[in-house]
Structure formats: C-alpha cells, structure tokens
C-alpha cells in the first residue's frame, strides 16, 4: 500500500529540481549579462543593447547550440552533463566559488582538480620544503599536481603563473610552450606519459573527471592524439630525466615516485640530481625561487 509520505515524496522531489533549474537560469543570466565583451576577445559594436554578452555568444564560446543554452536560462527541465557545466564556467570566467555553486545548482560534481587534497596535509607540505633543492611536487594518478616546493615551481615553468585548473603534467607537457621546451627528450617523455596514463586510466574509465582530461588532449593536442591512438600501455618506473631550464641550464635528475596510501593514488614525485653540476644548478635554481619568493607581496 502506498503511504502518504510516498506519494507526497515525487511532488516534493520535483518541486526542489525546479527550484533548482531556477536559480541556475537566474545565475547564468546575470553573469552573463556581468561579462563584457572585451573580456572574452569580442568586438563590443555600435548597436549592441544587451548588457554583457548574448546568449548567442555565451552558447559559441561554450560550444553549445544556442537553443539548448537559451531552454537553460529559461529553466526548462533539459539534462546538463559535467563538460558543458565546465564550458560554461570558462566561457563565463567563473572563479572558484562562483564554478562552484554552478556544479551545486545542478546537482552534478565538478571533475577538476581540487584545491586542496586529504593527502596533501600540513606535514606532507614541510616535506616537500624540505627536500629543497630537489625539486618535488604532489601528483595525483590523473598527473594533476597538487603541491610543490619552490624549486619544483621553476623547474619546466614558472609554474605559479599556471591557473590552478592547468597544472597537470599532460595539459603542459601537450600545450604549454614553456614546459615543453624544458624537457629534452619530449617525445619519448610524452610516449611514456600517455602509456601511463592510459594504464592507469583502465581503473577510472567512468569517471567524468577522467574523461574530461582525455577530451581535452584530444581536442587540443594532435601530438596527443597521435600518441594515444597507439595504445601503449606501460606501469610506473622510475627513470634518468633531462631538462633545460631557462635559469640554470641542463640538469641530470633521476625521477623517483614515493606514494602516499596503500593503492595507486597519490604520490610525491623526487627529482634527485644525478651529477654534482646538476646538484650545484639545483642549489642556483633553488636560490633564485626562493629571491623571487621574497620579492611577493606579504
């Protein structure tokens, strides 16, 4: 028999969902009417009357149709997956918070690295401070670096110059000049990080945050592309990395992954110098990130 509160259970489900579609609607209209064309690299013209940018506008930046963009400003009850919630907070110049409660008002989980890990604690953090001039970083299994250490920071790049959402060792090492310059033996270095990746990626093939890193390789890089439709697998190893930095020259480091938990989750990466020069261009490098450092604002 059904009781009162089942029947009573959809009514309530379905009033909150609208409530829901509601205020996202709302949200997205008033940022995107608080976003000026010039913001996002569009000409502003004589006859605009729109305060902000056009739907049209924010559905081609997101790469939307405009009707299906123009139902969800009109709250209409339509399905919005994680990559068009994470088009949408770039096209509109989302910050943290506000990307935030986008993923909140429509009930989905934001797949992008988070700010800040469990594994990466207080203690893990004087680690990494410590094994200066060896550069280290935090990585999860998804090559997003979660923490590094000054000297980490100039190794390939400056890396303190990277959004948040960017650092992750596949995005640079595919599209950021700076950090693949840095690295002597590209192909071979970006060879074994798709096989990495996609050995690893076997374990996590559902998961929106995963898929969404690979869609974004592939549609930005076609050296990645290229790579990946190899299907080469390899496990992690330990290995004799090059790399020329812009304020010391080359250095010889070997790699060295240290994980944190039982399974293959995070781990701390090591770069210890191979050679006596490359220690004394580490002790230089560190030297100059930590003159930087003090140059910042308190």
Not at 109 to 125: E, F, G
Not at 229 to 248: A, L
């Amino acid at each position: 028999m059904t009781t009162m509160a089942q029947e009573n259970a959809v009514p309530a489900t379905a009033s909150l969902s609208a409530i829901r579609r509601h205020e996202l609607a709302a949200f997205l209209r008033h940022r995107r009417e608080h976003i000026a064309p010039e913001q996002v690299g569009l000409p502003r013209g004589r006859r605009r009357r729109t305060p902000g940018l056009r739907r049209e506008e924010v559905a081609q930046l997101s790469a939307v149709g405009v009707t299906w963009y123009t139902w969800l400003e009109q709250a209409r009850d339509i399905q919005v997956s994680v990559q068009v919630l994470d088009a949408l907070a770039r096209a509109l110049q989302l910050d943290p918070s506000e990307r935030s409660h986008l993923f909140q008002l429509a009930g989905a989980i934001d797949p992008t690295p988070a700010t800040a890990c469990p594994s990466v604690t207080p203690a893990i953090r004087q680690v990494l401070e410590q094994l200066e001039p060896v550069p280290a970083c935090v990585q999860n299994s998804r090559y997003d670096i979660l923490a590094y250490n000054r000297t980490y920071g100039l190794l390939l790049c400056d890396l303190d110059a990277v959004p948040p959402e960017d650092r992750n060792c596949m995005i640079l090492s595919y599209t950021n000049d700076d950090w693949r310059s840095s690295i002597i033996h590209l192909p071979e270095a970006q060879r074994l990080m798709a096989a990495r990746f996609r050995a690893t990626m076997a374990g996590h093939l559902a998961e929106p945050g995963w898929k969404m890193l690979l869609k974004r390789l592939r549609t930005e890089s076609p050296e990645f592309r290229e790579v990946w439709d190899r299907h080469e697998v390899v496990e992690y190893r330990g290995r004799r990395k090059e790399f020329m930095n812009r304020h010391v020259g080359r250095v010889s480091l070997d790699h060295t992954d240290l994980w944190l938990g039982p399974e293959a989750g995070p781990r701390m990466v090591t770069y210890a110098p191979a050679d006596k020069e490359s220690r004394r261009r580490l002790e230089k490098l560190h030297t100059i990130a930590l003159e930087r450092a003090s140059r910042l604002p308190a």
